[in-house]
């Protein structure tokens, strides 16, 4: 059962991921949002240069064709499905539209309130949806043409207020940037989401110089936290074990003190998560 655009997640088979079985699909090559932290730029030529797939929607067609019935398909995990390009191409919408008379339980990851021209599309189907919102404080800085964190949060919302399922994507944590803002992110959006996912930032050789641009004084704090006293693990560095699980716990305990269900992303902590998966695909009906 070969498809070209439609694949397993998790390809390299990583020890440290927990999620259940699914596919994955990324409807574009590339990321137009520019994160300083992003790990996928580190194996994919210009990553930052966004461009359109070749016969995407035909080829995909037919991958949907041959995937099973009620398989669990996230959208997407490497490229954001609504990139600035999205407004003028729609490829997103048409593959939405391609799901309507399919059985297929879909988890949207996205930073983009744009999202929400496609709510009469996504209210049809078997959905989840999770932002990622990593500042209020800095996000232009760590995601330069992201749409705003706070926009995303109103998105959030609308989504909420319409019955879909939503949760939030706490990734990643930053010492010295962002984990002063764990409690106020999730404080902001307790009210209607449904799951909690967190994880550290992992540097690979270039994301680390971007961030090394962006905070010099913060990467020099961290450098010998990552790169002497922390770990190479799966071709990211990782920050010490006892460091990196005291910012894992602060996600979970505020996480449980408003009654949100609670989950870490390959940080080799499976006992302290609390939702019935780690990637949210548990909320989609």
Request: charged share 25%; proline share 6%.
């Amino acid at each position: 059962m070969r498809m070209i655009y439609i694949k397993p997640f998790d390809p390299w088979k990583s020890k440290l991921c927990t999620c259940p079985f699914k596919y994955s699909l990324n409807i574009y090559t590339g990321c137009d949002h520019c994160c300083i932290y992003c790990y996928s730029s580190a194996y994919i030529k210009d990553f930052f240069r966004i461009r359109e797939k070749k016969n995407f929607l035909a080829i995909v067609s037919k991958d949907l064709e041959k995937l099973p019935e009620n398989s669990l398909l996230s959208l997407s995990n490497t490229s954001d499905p609504y990139p600035r390009l999205e407004k003028r191409l729609g490829l997103t919408r048409k593959f939405l539209e391609l799901l309507l008379n399919k059985n297929i339980r879909l988890l949207i990851i996205t930073k983009s309130d744009l999202l929400l021209r496609d709510l009469d599309l996504i209210s049809k189907l078997r959905v989840a949806v999770t932002f990622t919102i990593t500042s209020f404080r800095l996000d232009k800085k760590l995601e330069p043409n992201a749409p705003s964190s706070a926009s995303r949060l109103k998105a959030m919302k609308v989504l909420a207020d319409h019955n879909i399922k939503v949760g939030l994507r706490l990734d990643p944590v930053i010492p010295y940037i962002n984990e002063n803002e764990i409690e106020h992110i999730i404080e902001s959006c307790s009210d209607f989401i449904n799951h909690v996912v967190t994880s550290t930032f992992k540097p690979r050789r270039d994301s680390w110089q971007r961030f090394s641009l962006a905070f010099p004084k913060e990467a020099k704090k961290l450098s010998n936290l990552y790169f002497k006293e922390g770990k190479y693990i799966g071709n990211s560095w990782y920050l010490p074990e006892n460091l990196r699980k005291a910012l894992i716990l602060k996600v979970k305990e505020v996480s449980s003190y408003y009654g949100i269900p609670f989950s870490s992303c390959r940080e080799g902590f499976p006992e302290l998560n609390t939702a019935k998966s780690c990637d949210g695909s548990w909320m989609i009906p």
